[in-house]
């Protein structure tokens, strides 16, 4: 029995069995072994990549964010520059003015008045959206405020060609017109001219921002100014969740 049992084990064709289950659990071995290299390499590359994705993503938001801020401070400084050309000097001169005054002569503005505004409008979805109202609402007022100064300069050449009573009757009849206009203007500007400094960081003060310290600037326009800077730093947080945003 014993040596039937040496025999049927020591035979060629079981031995040939054990060898091929060994050499194929080697080749198995080997090949898990490849997966597990080549699955490293696809993670190790895959991470590679997505730190690319995120580094060339940072790259485009601080590109974005960084036009973002030229077009704020180029809105900044034409509406510093309408303020202090065309409604702080102007509503200076008519305040002035009495009834026995010659008439002032308002120079109208030319056809493209506003270049930063209108040459950077597709820019401005991309403020914080109490920024983008805020100066929408401005340049509407402007608008209108510039219309009563062309009316009032249509009076005055009226006066020039002859018709000099009619003239003179609507440029006295525009003045109160023209300072409320002004005057609701200068708020306006003052809250525009406040938010725009806190977004892209420069000083609230006069001389370089003329409005700030406007006297006709009211308590009801500091506390609106106020309202909408807390309402911007939320909207920033929001935009930039990467960046720090403190209050002021």
């Known amino acids: 029995m014993i040596d039937g049992i040496a025999t049927q084990i020591s035979t060629p064709e ?9 050499d194929g659990l080697l080749t198995f071995l080997g090949g898990l072994l490849a997966f597990f290299a080549i699955l490293y390499q696809v993670q190790r590359s895959d991470r590679g990549l997505q730190r690319q994705m995120n580094a060339e993503k940072l790259a485009r938001e601080d590109e974005a964010q960084d036009r973002r801020r030229r077009v704020a401070i180029a809105l900044l400084f034409e509406l510093d520059s309408h303020y202090k050309n065309r409604v702080r ?9 009495s009834n026995d005054s010659p008439p002032l002569v308002v120079k109208p503005t030319g056809a493209y008045a506003f270049p930063v505004y209108v040459g ?8 914080p959206p109490v920024l983008v109202e805020t100066i929408v609402n401005y340049y509407g007022l402007l608008r209108s405020y510039e219309a009563t100064l062309g009316q009032y300069t249509q009076g005055y050449e009226m006066t020039l060609a002859g018709d000099s009573q009619i003239g003179r009757a609507l440029m006295a009849t525009l003045v109160p017109r023209i300072k409320s206009e002004a005057a609701a203007t200068t708020q306006s500007t003052y809250t525009a001219c406040g938010l725009l400094c806190r977004f892209v960081d420069i000083e609230f003060r006069s ?7 406007d006297p006709h600037v009211d308590e009801s326009a500091r506390e609106t100014l106020s309202r909408a800077t807390t309402q911007l730093l939320k909207e920033m947080q929001r935009q930039l969740p990467t960046e720090q945003v403190s209050a002021p």
């Open 120 to 127: 950077n409008a597709s820019e401005l979805g991309g403020l």
């Open 89 to 97: 000097d102007l509503l200076r001169l008519f305040e002035r003015q």
């Open 207 to 213: 001389p370089r921002i003329g409005v700030a310290d």
């Open 14 to 22: 079981s031995w040939f069995v054990a060898k091929l289950s060994l």
